[in-house]
Nanobody, 115 residues
Framework: QVHLVESGGGEVQPGGSLRLSCAAS????????MSWYRQAPGKQRELVAR???????DYADFVKDRFTISRDNVRWTVSLKMDTLNPEDTAIYFC?????????WGRGTRVTVSA
């Protein structure tokens, strides 16, 4: 059973930073792409960043040069370092992976950016 658990969310002021983490189990972690998505109030879920098993990264335009995705293939974790946060980054952030044709999601961690 694939299991993803996010942590690290919270409230931060504009311009601040947070680091999110996602712990995975139930898959051969190093073989699979891992992604972070987010869903703001009243909006659709959107892709934030993705990292392949080999470490190739891809980012949404709205987070380039501010967010950094990384993975630890020993600890089976994927992280999202978020810098220069602004109120538009307020959302629930979800960890995701595709495994054998199925999409798996964590329960999410809430990020609030406000003065």
């Amino acid at each position: 059973q694939v299991h993803l658990v996010e942590s690290g969310g919270g409230e931060v002021q504009p311009g601040g930073s947070l680091r999110l983490s996602c712990a995975a189990s139930g898959i051969n972690f190093r073989l699979y792409d891992m992604s972070w998505y987010r869903q703001a109030p009243g909006k659709q879920r959107e892709l934030v960043a993705r990292i392949s098993g080999e470490g190739t990264t891809d980012y949404a335009d709205f987070v380039k040069d501010r967010f950094t995705i990384s993975r630890d293939n020993v600890r089976w974790t994927v992280s999202l370092k978020m810098d220069t946060l602004n109120p538009e980054d307020t959302a629930i952030y979800f960890c995701n992976t595709m495994h054998r044709g199925n999409s798996y999601w964590g329960r999410g961690t809430r990020v609030t950016v406000s003065a």
